[in-house]
């Protein structure tokens, strides 16, 4: 028995481990050998769509989908098969073939099975899936959707082929894959110069967290040897702290630039710019889930320095009240959404920044939040189809009467992210705002106090995102929009999405030790449940959050319902006016990056150009004029010459003569 610390203040009971060490993987057998088959399925429907060129248009998008359901059966089968098992003999590991061989340096590509790899696999290839579907539906009459099923089946792979990775290096070939996707996802209708501003912008941003990643991934090769999991895990116990220190931390730059948290999250509204299906993909169970796993698979790194992991709780707690407070403002549906999820990620970030305690129940609001964020952002898609692709809510109200299954799936989305029970986010978050009080001095109330406050303040937001939209008086013209259900290509998997987004979390978060808790021992070999008491009573903290939760929406209710909303946005006071504005966050990117950027590279160029090349062209102009007039004293005449010597014989004569 251990008592665990995590720099956040000790917690007063002690952690079962699961053995002194990390669960030795068991080479991969039976279904568990084909697991390749998860990431090459997808990948070769990719292929085929693009190589194969405008003769898959037929039939290519439905290959792509299919494709997409068969990674998700593998996955399933290979979660079977590890579910029988016992605790230490639940991971395995699959050989691929021999990667890189310089030196003493070898590593060998291979799949890392796990529980914590399969249940990332599972969220994204069940909800990856039901995309794939509801874009049958979204992109029916899109003269280009054959490519679009195409990077939907690259952005699965990719992201498959980063959770199932079992070193930082192979990892970092699926976060690179991820990225290119994104960027081809989002700026998918690139026509417009907008739109294809925004996904650059998504892709510059990820560079910068892209370049932390790879930094720390060199510190561990200095430091260790070894790239692979296994090694860096085992070699953590024996690393200094000033190590572990900035290797946290620079996973932490390349969790922020992927999962849009502070100070890297100034992509994500703008990425929504992309069709409605790419932001459910991105935004809800894939690309912003990939920092959290960084995050929480490099836990033996971060229990090695308490100073990352307090950063790394300060970052979620940040971009928790950040996302928040701009969510409140946004009267586009899908900016709102993104502002959501900014927030959400964030409560996971703090989750998993807390150490042993918030390790599971980071997971746990990831796999809730990848069900009913995704409905709920499929339920926009739904509303702009039915709408003539209108995203401002100002624009809707009343729509329940004429879109009843997106009103009602959207609805089970909202009350779960809102906690209400006993839908899935009840589960899970509240389980994150109890781990929030747990540990000593200040930091428990200030970091549950966010945490508190943030549930508060989502309930306003998602409150007033779905009564602008679905209640109140109606505020669209029918000679402009004729709203209508959508097809059922789109509102199944929204049915689907919103039957998880009620039950998820009781199945997964029930009793004393979880069915996802038990999942995951083998990995962070815990136990128990959350350990240590909160300053506070959990009761009090549940009845807390739920008054919270309800004068937020009650507050939405009569601001929006029951008062007239106007259909011009009104001025608003100035922090009104701020979160309009993202909080200024491009601002403070223009000033404190690319304008210094540009005059450092301006700088740097006239340095070059005029200092430089200066020299060296002006040298040679010395060179040439000086050859030149030196060349006219050459002409062939004898008198020249003669005259050139007697000159010279004089300048001598009157040289001596001087020195005498």
């Not at 084909?34 to 290519?60: D, E, H, M, Q, S």
């Amino acid at each position: 028995m251990h008592t665990l610390t995590n720099g956040l203040g000790a917690y007063a009971g002690p952690v079962a481990l699961a053995g002194e060490g990390p669960v030795t993987a068991v080479t991969a057998s039976g279904i568990t050998a084909y697991a390749w088959l998860l990431v090459a399925l997808p990948a070769l429907g990719a292929a085929i769509l693009l190589v194969g060129g405008k003769r898959t248009n037929a039939f290519g998008p439905l290959l792509a989908t299919l494709l997409s359901w068969g990674s998700f059966v593998v996955g399933l089968l290979v979660v079977i098969s590890m579910a029988g098992r016992a605790d230490a003999d639940r991971a395995a590991h699959l050989h691929l073939f021999s990667w890189i061989n310089v030196g003493s340096f070898n590593l060998d590509a291979g799949q890392r099975l796990d529980p914590l790899s399969m249940a990332f696999v599972l969220l994204i290839t069940f909800v990856g899936s039901l995309i794939h579907v509801y874009s049958l539906g979204y992109m029916k009459d899109d003269p280009d959707k054959r490519k679009f099923f195409a990077y939907l089946n690259l952005f699965v792979a990719a992201m498959l082929l980063l959770v199932t990775a079992d070193s930082y290096l192979l990892l970092y070939v699926g976060w690179e894959g991820v990225g290119l996707a994104s960027w081809l996802l989002i700026g998918f209708w690139n026509d417009n110069p907008a739109y294809a501003t925004a996904a650059n912008k998504a892709f510059i941003a990820n560079r910068v967290g892209d370049l932390g990643l790879s930094v720390a991934i060199m510190i561990m090769f200095f430091q260790f040897g070894h790239v692979d999991f296994a090694s860096v895990d085992a070699g953590a116990a024996n690393a200094s702290p000033g190590a572990l220190t900035a290797m946290g931390l620079f996973l932490l730059l390349g969790a922020c630039g992927k999962s849009a948290q502070f100070p890297l999250q100034s992509w994500l509204g703008d990425a929504m710019a992309g069709p409605t299906p790419v932001s459910a993909l991105i935004h809800a169970a894939t690309m912003v889930t990939a920092g959290v796993y960084l995050v929480v698979r490099s836990h033996a790194i971060f229990e090695g320095s308490p100073t990352a992991q307090l950063v790394v709780v300060i970052v979620g707690a940040i971009t928790l009240l950040f996302g928040a407070v701009v969510g409140c403002a946004k009267d586009d549906m899908k900016k709102a959404l993104a502002a959501s999820t900014m927030s959400q990620i964030g409560y996971m970030m703090l989750a998993a920044g807390l150490g042993p305690v918030g390790y599971v129940f980071a997971i746990f609001h990831l796999l809730t939040h990848g069900f009913f964020k995704a409905g709920m952002f499929l339920g926009a898609g739904s509303v702009m189809h039915g709408m003539n692709d209108q995203v401002n809510m100002r624009r809707f109200g009343g729509l329940r009467t004429v879109m009843t299954i997106t009103w009602a799936t959207f609805m089970m989305g909202w009350l779960a992210i809102l906690g209400v029970p006993p839908f899935a986010g009840y589960w899970s978050k509240d389980k994150i705002i109890e781990a929030a009080f747990i540990g000593e001095g200040w930091r428990p109330w200030v970091f549950g106090l966010a945490a508190l406050i943030g549930a508060g303040i989502t309930a306003f937001y998602m409150s007033r995102l779905f009564f602008m939209t679905f209640h109140g008086k109606k505020r669209w013209t029918e000679d402009i929009h004729h709203p209508h259900e959508s097809p059922l290509t789109m509102t199944i998997p929204m049915m689907v999405l919103a039957f998880g987004s009620v039950v998820l979390g009781a199945i997964l978060g029930f009793g004393q030790t979880s069915l996802l808790q038990s999942w995951l021992n083998p990995v962070f070999g815990i136990t128990a449940g959350t350990e240590g008491e909160p300053v506070l009573p959990a009761n009090l903290l549940l009845g807390l959050t739920l008054v919270l939760v309800l004068a937020g929406a009650g507050l939405a209710w009569v601001r929006y319902v029951r008062d007239v909303v106007p259909e011009i946005a009104p001025h608003g006071n100035l922090v009104t006016q701020a979160a309009r504005n993202d909080l200024y966050q491009d601002a403070v990117n223009e000033g404190a990056l690319m304008r210094p950027g540009i005059h450092l590279t301006r700088s740097l160029v006239f340095t070059d150009t005029r200092g430089i090349d200066g020299a060296a062209s002006g040298l040679g102009a010395l060179v040439i004029g000086a050859s030149t007039r030196l060349r006219k004293l050459q002409n062939g005449y004898v008198r020249s010459y003669a005259l050139t010597m007697l000159a010279g014989v004089v300048i001598i004569l009157g040289a001596v003569w001087v020195m005498q």
